[in-house]
């Protein structure tokens, strides 16, 4: 919410004072304090007839067509979080690189929009739910160091990690008790036990 605003704003200057890029019409109605979803789509086709707004898929929006792709997975499916490769690689646990924006998400699916390809992996709701090692900003949730370490070994059995000088061992440790899995608590202890 945006506190202090004159009233003689309008819904776009509202929108661009947040630093909001990428929004869909339910975070509008929020901003704009509206319950009228139909004014709103309203607004929505106003601004994008006039070059104000674009179109990126349907019921996601942007303000600039250079976007965040962190901001788009968010929105694709929501709720989700960046986490697995992309977050590995964005922590530098991993150096490899990957295109694709791994997420997680309480159903799988894959999404390409520009070329890019979003892969939505699905996990157990009651860990889903759980907010432990998640890192969230404004405009999206992505997964910490130890939360991407644990959902990558709970997806995948023995993954190689590059660079594990940062994690913190003691976290490491809670947040794989969140997945009441033996196999992934074996291995982040035989994890740990060659990072010290």
Known sequence: MVDNLPLQMTKLEILQ????????????????QSSDKRSVHESIKDYIRRGRMFSVRRGIYLLDKKYDAFEIAQKLISPSYISHYTALAYHGII??????????????????LDGNKYIYHKLNEEIFTIQDGLIITDKYTIAGPERAI????????????DNL????????????????N????????VLILGIK
């Not at 004072?17 to 704009?32: A, E, I, Q, S």
């Not at 000088?165 to 009441?180: A, E, F, V």
């Open 182 to 189: 033996k196999r992934l608590e074996d291995e982040i202890n």
């Open 165 to 180: 000088r940062n994690i913190d061992t003691s976290k490491l440790i809670n947040i794989s008790k969140i997945y009441n």
């Open 95 to 112: 150096f490899q690189k990957y295109s694709e924006i791994h997420s997680f998400a309480p159903y799988s699916k894959l999404v390409t």
């Open 17 to 32: 004072k947040t630093g909001l890029n990428v929004f869909t019409p339910d975070d509008l109605m929020v901003l704009w």
């Open 150 to 161: 644990c959902d990558t070994l709970y997806l995948n059995k023995s993954v190689a990690f």
